[in-house]
Antibody, heavy 116, light 113 residues
Framework: EVQLVESGGGLVQPGGSLRLSCVGSGFTFSSYWMTWVRQAPGKGLEWVANMDEGRSEKYYLDSVKGRFTISRDNAKNTLYLQMNSLRAEDTAVYHCARGWSHHDYWGQGTLVTVSS | DIVMTQSPDSLAVSLGERATINCKSS????????????LAWYQQKPRQPPKLLIY???TRESGVPDRFSGSGSGTDFTLTISGLQAEDVAVYYCHQYYSTPRTFGQGTKVEIK
């Protein structure tokens, strides 16, 4: 059974940092592009970043470029999102999702709250 | 960026009736190289992650009931629920993966009338 489990969310002050993790199981993690999608409370879905299987291609939403870094460790079946210089508008549930195109599996998400 | 606009924002449909959700992209998501529309539909229920329903605009994901169907091409797409069931109450999103940044529609809330 394919599973994606996120962790690392929490309450952080504006300007602070967090690192999210997403552990994949039940599939060959190293064979898939992986994606981060976020959802602010009561709002819609917003694509954040994705990266290829081999860690050579990475793409970001403009509003997070220079602040967020997506990475992965295929030996640990883990996707990461390093988030620096956090802003109130980054408050959201962050989901990891499998795939470059459509996303057939999603994690439950981890809540990031940016507030003083 | 490709802007995805769904209509309506919400709709109430009687059980067993048809629900139709529209999605319009600000530019075509049809690839000339493979003639595929880079468009997916997701269903999201409260406190759950999105669930993939349809991809390539009209291909139903495995395990999705056949009352869900997708159609359209280029810039105009439709998700149809033929014979609404109580468990279909959810928010539905269209999603383009033709270009980066990927973008989603604002969502359409489907309720029972």
């Amino acid at each position: 059974e394919v599973q994606l489990v996120e962790s690392g969310g929490g309450l952080v002050q504006p300007g602070g940092s967090l690192r999210l993790s997403c552990v994949g199981s039940g599939f060959t993690f190293s064979s898939y592009w992986m994606t981060w999608v976020r959802q602010a409370p009561g709002k819609g879905l917003e694509w954040v970043a994705n990266m290829d299987e081999g860690r050579s291609e990475k793409y970001y939403l403009d509003s997070v470029k220079g602040r967020f870094t997506i990475s992965r460790d295929n030996a640990k079946n883990t996707l990461y999102l390093q988030m620096n210089s956090l802003r109130a508008e980054d408050t959201a549930v962050y989901h990891c999702a499998r795939g470059w195109s459509h996303h057939d599996y999603w994690g439950q998400g981890t809540l990031v709250t940016v507030s003083s | 960026d490709i802007v995805m606009t769904q209509s309506p924002d919400s709709l109430a449909v009687s059980l067993g009736e048809r629900a139709t959700i529209n999605c319009k992209s600000s530019q075509s998501v049809l690839s000339n190289s493979n003639n595929k529309n880079y468009l997916a539909w997701y269903q999201q229920k409260p406190r759950q992650p999105p669930k993939l329903l349809i991809y390539w605009a009209s291909t139903r994901e495995s395990g999705v009931p056949d009352r869900f169907s997708g159609s359209g091409s280029g810039t105009d797409f439709t998700l149809t629920i033929s014979g609404l069931q109580a468990e279909d109450v959810a928010v539905y999103y269209c999603h383009q993966y033709y270009s980066t940044p990927r973008t989603f529609g604002q969502g359409t809330k489907v309720e029972i009338k």
